[in-house]
């Protein structure tokens, strides 16, 4: 069975840092793509960054150079290292499987709140 | 940046109407275009992709069609379980989402 499951969200200070993380099972997460999607509350979805089966890497204009996604394949599991944490930042984040840039499979999120 | 406006915001209908939601791109994505299905407090679920291929175990009362640049969701008789917000998303360059359709029931 495919399961993605995320954790690391919680509580932190503008100008802070988090890093999620996304373990898989059912598949392989360096065989695939695989993505973050964040939603502000009550808002809708914003995609946030991609790796590729092959490394590379893609961000949103409003995480790059504050985020980094990275995975480790003999952990099975897929990271989000987030720096410099704005308040506009805060949102459950959802890890997600993809079939290329199409979204398959989904965690069920991590809250995330930047707040003083 | 490529943009998707999507209407309408919200959707009231009920069950066994025929429904239909709008995307249109601000620019021209092709075909890449999927669609999703979220309710309160759940994940998104994958519906359709590449404009009009439904993905595995999703019913085929759901559709999906391409004019140009304007995607149209169609659901052909509203079930209980339909009741949800529908978003669509762009994939032809990076990734972005319309601001999604709420499905109401009326």
């Known amino acids: 069975e495919v399961q993605l499951v995320e954790s690391g969200g919680g509580l932190v200070q503008p100008g802070g840092s988090l890093r999620l993380s996304c373990v898989v099972s059912g598949f392989t997460v360096g065989s695939n793509y695989m993505s973050w999607v964040r939603q502000a509350p009550g808002k809708g979805l914003e995609w946030v960054s991609i790796i590729y089966s092959g490394g590379r890497t893609y961000y949103a204009d409003s995480v790059k150079g504050r985020f980094t996604i990275s995975r480790d394949n003999s952990k099975n599991t897929l990271y989000l290292q987030m720096n410099s944490l704005r308040a506009e930042d805060t949102a459950v984040y959802f890890c997600?499987?993809?079939?290329?840039?199409?979204?398959?499979?989904w965690g069920q999120g991590t809250l995330v709140t930047v707040s003083s | 940046d490529i943009q998707m406006t999507q209407s309408p915001s919200t959707l009231s209908a009920s069950v066994g109407d025929r429904v239909t939601i709008t995307c249109r791109a601000s620019?021209?994505?092709?075909?890449?275009l999927a669609w999703y299905q979220q309710k309160p407090g759940k994940a998104p679920k994958l519906l359709i992709y590449?404009?009009?291929s439904l993905e595995s175990g999703v019913p085929s009362r759901f559709s999906g069609s391409r004019s140009g640049t304007e995607f149209t969701l169609t659901i052909s008789s509203l079930q209980p379980d339909d009741f949800a917000t529908y978003y669509c998303q762009q994939y032809n360059s990076y990734s972005t989402f319309g601001q999604g359709t709420k499905l109401e029931i009326k």
């Open positions: 620019q021209s994505i092709n075909s890449w």
């Open positions: 997600a499987r993809g079939l290329s840039w199409v979204f398959d499979c």
């Open positions: 590449e404009t009009s």
